[in-house]
């Protein structure tokens, strides 16, 4: 049923995070908001599930990494325990 969703309900799903985007830097306002943070982490663990999720999404694929480049968000990333979904 996940996959299901992941190949037929999600690239409409992402297509329109995606058009909400827009040229915006940030999902919500002008500076990182829980909504950024949190479209990092829910596209984290969907891209362990498939893995080329993303690749017609650029401007997706550029908001993870400037979440993930914030210097605490990063140093996290560095350190936190690895582990299997």
Same mark, same amino acid.
């Given at each position: 049923?996940?996959?299901?969703? *992941?190949? &037929?309900?999600?690239?409409?799903?992402?297509?329109?995070?995606?058009? &909400? %985007?827009?040229? !915006?830097?940030?999902?919500?306002?002008?500076?990182?908001?829980?909504?950024?943070?949190?479209?990092?982490?829910?596209?984290?663990? *969907? %891209?362990?599930? !498939?893995?080329? *999720?993303?690749?017609?999404?650029?401007? $997706?694929?550029?908001?993870?990494?400037?979440?993930?480049?914030?210097?605490? +968000?990063?140093?996290? +990333?560095?350190?936190?325990?690895?582990? !299997? $979904?």
């Amino acid at each position: 049923m996940f996959n299901e969703l *992941l190949t &037929y309900d999600g690239p409409h799903l992402l297509q329109d995070l995606d058009a &909400y %985007l827009g040229e !915006k830097e940030w999902l919500v306002g002008n500076s990182v908001t829980w909504a950024d943070f949190y479209w990092e982490i829910c596209s984290t663990t *969907l %891209l362990v599930f !498939k893995p080329n *999720l993303l690749d017609i999404h650029p401007r $997706l694929v550029t908001l993870r990494k400037k979440v993930q480049a914030i210097p605490a +968000i990063a140093d996290w +990333i560095q350190r936190r325990p690895q582990t !299997k $979904l």
